[in-house]
Nanobody, 120 residues
Framework: QVQLVESGGGLVQAGGSLRLSCVAS????????MGWYRQAPGKQRELVAA???????NYVDSVKGRFTISRDNVKSMVYLQMNSLKAEDTGVYYC??????????????WGRGTQVTVSS
């Protein structure tokens, strides 16, 4: 079973930067797409950025040009570099992984989240 643990959240002023990290541990046949989601107070969770095992990335329009997702398959880690942060980027950021278990079952795994607060 795969577990995800996020780190790197915190409080930052508008215009600042943060780097989120997520490490996957446990045993699986493969870990496919990994991504970052966020949930602001009173809003639904939304996809921020995702990266496939082959390195293809996609971003929500609101973060394009400011955020960069990257992945280290050897270390089973995914990162989110967030620059030019805005107050509307505030929320809990969750790491997600699409996992194929040893039994070839698809699992959707979530971390517990890390808080990002951007002060204006």
């Amino acid at each position: 079973q795969v577990q995800l643990v996020e780190s790197g959240g915190g409080l930052v002023q508008a215009g600042g930067s943060l780097r989120l990290s997520c490490v996957a541990s446990g045993v699986a046949y493969s870990i496919n797409t990994m991504g970052w989601y966020r949930q602001a107070p009173g809003k639904q969770r939304e996809l921020v950025a995702a990266v496939t095992s082959g390195g293809t990335t996609n971003y929500v329009d609101s973060v394009k040009g400011r955020f960069t997702i990257s992945r280290d398959n050897v270390k089973s880690m995914v990162y989110l570099q967030m620059n030019s942060l805005k107050a509307e980027d505030t929320g809990v950021y969750y790491c997600n992984a699409e996992v194929l278990t040893l039994g070839r079952r698809k699992d959707d795994v979530w971390g517990r989240g890390t808080q990002v607060t951007v002060s204006s």
